[in-house]
C-alpha cells in the first residue's frame, strides 16, 4: 500500500506526494503559474501525477477528468483533490492517455505536462521512470497525445502540453497544425544546459 512521503505547497493548495508519484517540479510549476480556465469550463488533466493541475483547473472549472496510467497517482491524486476541497468537481480514472474515453466525449481544455525526456527502453519501467521517459528520441508519449487528444476538443477549445527543447518543439507545432489546430507559446523557462521548458497552447 503506497503512503505520503513528501508535502508541497503552491500557493493556499497543498498536495501530498505518495510513493512512486510524481513529485511536483519546475515544469509543473510552470504549468500552474500560467494556467488559465474559464469558469464553466470541462477539462481533462492527462498525467495528472499528484492532481496538481486539475485540483487548480477545478476552482474555476465545471467539472475535471483526471487520468493517470499510474495506479498510485490515481489515488494520490484523489486523496488531494479532497483535501483541497474540489473532489466534488472531479473525476479519476487509470487509464493510458485518452484510450478510455467515450469517442463522443469533448473538452474545453486539454492538459499534459508530458513525459518528455529522451531516455533508454528500461527508465520506462518504473512508474517514476513513466513521469519522464518519453523514449529514444522523447517523443512516443507526445505523439501519441497529439493524436489521441484533437477528437476530443470542442469547438473553441484548446489543448496545453508541456515539454522541453529537448524533444522537438517544432514537431510538435507540425503537428498540431496538421490537425488545423493554432499554435502558441504560452510560456518558457530556461534551464541549465541549453534545455527550454516550453508550455505549448494549441486552439480549435
Ligand atoms: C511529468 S509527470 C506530470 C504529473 C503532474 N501533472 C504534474 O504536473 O506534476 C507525467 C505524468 O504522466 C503520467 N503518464 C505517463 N505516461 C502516461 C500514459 N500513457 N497515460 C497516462 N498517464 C501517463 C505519469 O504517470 C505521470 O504522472
Known sequence: MPFPVKRVH????????WENVYEPAEDSFLFAENLDVEKGAQVLDVGTGCGILGILAAEKAGNVVAFDLNPSAVRCARE?????????KMAFMQADLLTALNEKATF?????NAPYLPSAEDEAESWIGRSWAGGINGRQVIDRFISEASPHLKPNSRILLMQSTLTNVEETIRKFEERNLKVSFKAERKLPFFETLTLIEAKT
Open 10 to 17: 503552491f500557493g493556499n493548495y497543498v498536495f501530498n506526494i
Open 80 to 88: 488531494n483533490s479532497a483535501l483541497n476541497n474540489v473532489r466534488s
Open 108 to 112: 474545453d481544455l486539454i492538459l499534459f
